[in-house]
Nanobody, 116 residues
């Protein structure tokens, strides 16, 4: 069992930046991937980015490539998502997620709103 706590969401103007963080606790040694999905109102939950913990390999959705950066802090079992050049269409609830033992766990989500 892994518990996830997200932080760092908020309101930002177009072109601005935010940094999201996700701290994992519990069976952290079994985590294979850590990453983020997002869900806008009335839409499905979509993949944003993830990182493979053993190798450090990163993957991004096409819509965020070149703007978002995922990184990890192994000492603190934390993954960060740096959101740059934000657009109104990035507005969504961002969910942290991990995979381990063939199962996926989710955080409670953090709201990101991009608006002038």
């Amino acid at each position: 069992q892994v518990q996830l706590v997200e932080s760092g969401g908020g309101l930002v103007q177009p072109g601005g930046s935010l940094r999201l963080s996700c701290a994992a606790s519990g069976r952290v040694s079994s985590i294979i991937t850590m990453g983020w999905y997002r869900q806008a109102p009335g839409k499905q939950r979509d993949f944003v980015a993830n990182i493979v913990i053993p190798s450090g390999q990163r993957s991004y959705a096409d819509s965020v490539k070149g703007r978002f950066i995922i990184s990890r802090d192994n000492a603190n079992n934390t993954v960060h998502l740096q959101l740059n050049s934000l657009k109104p269409e990035d507005t969504a609830i961002y969910y942290c997620t991990v995979t381990l033992g063939g199962r996926r766990s989710w955080g409670q989500g953090t709201q990101v709103t991009v608006s002038s």
